[in-house]
């Protein structure tokens, strides 16, 4: 129900933040969340709200938004309805694959009045993507690198089905070894070693060092004998357009034969 471009944006997610500064719309950002503090600087004049778990409709209409951006998640519905009651504009994304990102970014684009900057964004990485999949579409699964990929958050959780990582590993020309599975989970260790992955990739702001990777996995694990345990830096993990550095990084790593 927005009639003009919102001059006063509150972005509640890191991913939505960064679409929010990449089309050139920071000025108008008054509020983030405490997962987009990383991307704030000093001088910004942006407030940092905190967690989104502990706000109330107040806080929010305190800074009197034009729109309010978050993530669509069941924990988050009942504040978003109390936000809609209040006439506070929300858009609620939860984009779990690359395609829902890019349609993410589109359809933010047109909420913040920066289409034509959001059909270019997505054009351009659409092109990187595309780059990156004619060479690895046609891997026959024989010649695929077997991944086991680790997240920091959530305590150290691995990917399943339907999962965005997962979708990266295997445009990436990799497959997962716990793509059976649906969703994140944290696997145990007899789980890796039977599943022997060819590499391993960590999230950089792990607080597991590599040398503790390899001495609970142990020299059998192909990753950890011939040193292909990788670290990713975990912002570019998520659903903002920084995904496709993570693909292009992958795909380095997996087919370093075609991506040199």
């Known amino acids: 129900n927005l009639t003009a471009a ?9 991913a ?16 983030v969340d405490s997962s987009s503090a990383w991307l704030l ?8 709200l905190g967690g989104v778990s502990s706000l109330g409709v107040e806080s929010i209409m305190a800074l009197d938004p034009d729109l309010v951006v978050i993530w669509n998640f069941n924990m988050y519905s009942a504040f978003i309805e109390n936000m ?10 939860y984009p ?7 349609h993410t970014i589109e ?15 997505v054009a351009g990485i659409q092109t990187r993507i595309d780059a990156v999949v004619q060479k690895t579409a046609d891997i026959p ?9 680790e997240l920091m958050s959530k305590g150290g959780q691995t990917v399943g089905n339907g999962t965005m990582s997962n979708d990266l590993i295997e445009m990436a020309g990799g497959s997962n070894i716990f793509n059976n599975g649906t969703g994140n989970w944290k696997a145990s260790t007899e789980s890796i070693l039977e599943k022997n992955p060819d590499i391993i990739v960590i999230e950089n702001q792990s607080s597991k060092t590599n040398d503790e990777l390899r001495s609970t996995l142990g020299p059998s694990v192909t990753a950890v004998s011939e040193d292909k345990i990788y670290r990713i830096d975990g912002t570019t993990l998520t659903t903002s357009p920084r995904v496709i550095d993570a693909l292009e990084q992958l795909a380095k790593w997996f087919h370093p034969e075609l991506f040199p």
């Not at 919102?6 to 890191?14: D, T």
């Not at 600087?41 to 940092?48: K, L, V």
């Not at 779990?96 to 890019?102: D, E, F, H, S, Y």
């Open 84 to 93: 809609e009651n209040s006439n506070i504009s929300v858009a609620a994304f």
């Open 41 to 48: 600087s000093d001088g910004d004049g942006i407030t940092n």
């Open 16 to 31: 939505f933040t960064e679409i929010a500064f990449d089309l050139g719309a920071k000025d108008r950002v008054v509020a």
């Open 107 to 121: 359809v933010m684009g047109e909420a913040i009045g920066e289409k034509a900057k959001a059909q270019q964004m």
């Open 6 to 14: 919102p001059k006063r944006i509150i972005s509640l997610g890191s």
């Open 141 to 149: 699964a024989s010649e695929r690198p077997k991944v086991y990929l």
């Open 96 to 102: 779990k694959n690359v395609t829902t990102i890019l």
